[in-house]
């Protein structure tokens, strides 16, 4: 059996966490600041990302406006972009948009509606090359647990979800909302 120090378990814990959900959605907002009444903004900027090496190269970014129409409803719309390669294999590009809400119930809950149209560009590189361009559609119904006021974790499914005709690997899709 490994004994692993404290330092190194939590080195091994966000290795793990970064490894596995960021093939996946995360999102960093950063709230805009009124400097003449140091109140913060009803628009908001967040930006999801994800770099994953592990098996495989994927990259993506989703940058987003968000605008808090009141105390437990958010709106927003964004675009998205990806990158994926195995070596010597396939390479896939995606690039789309996104529009979404979010509804706080109680502090510690918030729920998610999310539509995703992408535009997948995949080029397979064996013996016998092959290229495919095609559209996926996304509508995404989840829920975190608000750890803190700017810190949420959660899941959300693809309820369009089509193992055959998907960019996504799965119908449930981790997520991290972090908020400056």
Do not use: H, R
Request: glycine residues 6%.
């Amino acid at each position: 059996m490994i004994d692993l120090n404290k330092s190194s378990k939590i080195t091994l814990f966000f290795l793990v966490l970064f490894s596995t959900t960021t093939m996946y959605s995360q999102t960093t907002s950063i709230a805009v600041i009124d400097s003449t009444s140091q109140k913060e903004s009803k628009l908001k900027f967040a930006c999801g990302f994800g770099l994953n090496f592990v098996g495989a190269t994927n990259i993506s970014l989703s940058p987003n406006l968000i605008y808090k129409a009141s105390d437990k409803i958010s709106l927003g719309a964004g675009l998205q972009g990806s990158y994926a390669a195995i070596k010597d294999l396939q390479k896939t590009t995606t690039v789309g948009f996104n529009v979404i809400s979010f509804y706080t119930p109680s502090k510690s809950i918030t729920t998610l509606l999310e539509f995703v149209q992408l535009n997948a560009n995949t080029k397979i590189e064996t013996p016998i090359e092959a290229k495919n361009s095609f559209w996926d559609t996304a509508l995404f119904v989840g829920a975190g647990l608000n750890i803190t006021n700017k810190f949420t974790i959660g899941a959300k499914y693809n309820v369009l979800y089509n193992e055959d005709e998907s960019v996504y690997t799965s119908p449930i899709i981790p997520f991290v909302n972090i908020t400056f």
